[in-house]
């Protein structure tokens, strides 16, 4: 089965419907970039996607078990990766006192030890670091880091479960032209080598069309068009 498949979706807010019947398969390693105007509905489909949201209707699949009911941290668990439109990050704390944590949780161990737990998973959390380039800023107080920055810890914090799967909203959001094609290429790079399948929402379409291998197009909660970058441009 497909990796990651969403069947029929809907999701209404009151008498808003944010998602209307989407329906959506995507294959293992795939990178898939869904786009679509302001109010679309899809930072609906990730909540939806990921268990931030429940389903009016409809079902999501991972490697074809349904998601129903399962709650956001079990479906994490689950090789589910994601990252947030705004960063979701620690201030206070430092770059790598912000991996430590997650790496924790990913493991779901030594949890009543924070915040004296210094030393685990300190190697683990360099690695990460250095992975996404921001391994010298390790000692520095998250809340002192660039925008672009905290974009890129973002990334390396989605990589603590090990996903398989990445959605990733916005990850270039508020970047210079040049940290957006190098952060797209590191994603790229990445979830070619560890076979991580991507969905991604990006509003510049240079970058969708240059790292997507598939872009879906959705408006008012449904797929408008959905194909190669070519077959998508040639339809505009
Ligand atoms: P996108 O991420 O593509 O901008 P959203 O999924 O955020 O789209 O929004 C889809 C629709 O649902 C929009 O009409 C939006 O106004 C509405 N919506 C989103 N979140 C809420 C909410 N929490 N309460 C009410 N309406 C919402
Ligand atoms: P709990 O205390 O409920 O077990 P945790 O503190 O382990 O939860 O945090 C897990 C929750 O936080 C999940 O809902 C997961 O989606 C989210 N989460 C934590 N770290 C990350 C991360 N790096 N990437 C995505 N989601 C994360």
Known sequence: PPVLEARALRKSYGGVVAVAGLSLSVPRGQILALIGPNGAGKSTTF?????????????????????????????WRMGVGRTFQVAATFGSMTVLENIQMGLISAHNRYRAL?????????????????????????????????????????????????PHVLLMDEPTAGMALAERESVMELTVTLARQRTITVVFTEHDMDVVFRHADRVAVINRGTLLADGTPDEVQQNE
């Open 47 to 75: 909540n939806l996607l990921t268990g931030h949201l429940s389903p009016d209707s409809g079902d999501v699949l991972l490697n074809g078990q349904s998601l129903a009911g399962l709650p956001p941290r079990r479906i």
């Open 114 to 162: 924070w915040p004296w737990a210094g030393a685990l998973y300190r190697d683990q959390a360099m690695a990460l670091l250095d992975l996404v380039g921001l391994g010298p800023l390790g000692p520095l107080p998250c809340a002192t880091l660039a925008y672009g920055d905290v974009k890129r810890l973002e990334l390396a914090l989605a990589l603590v479960n090990d």
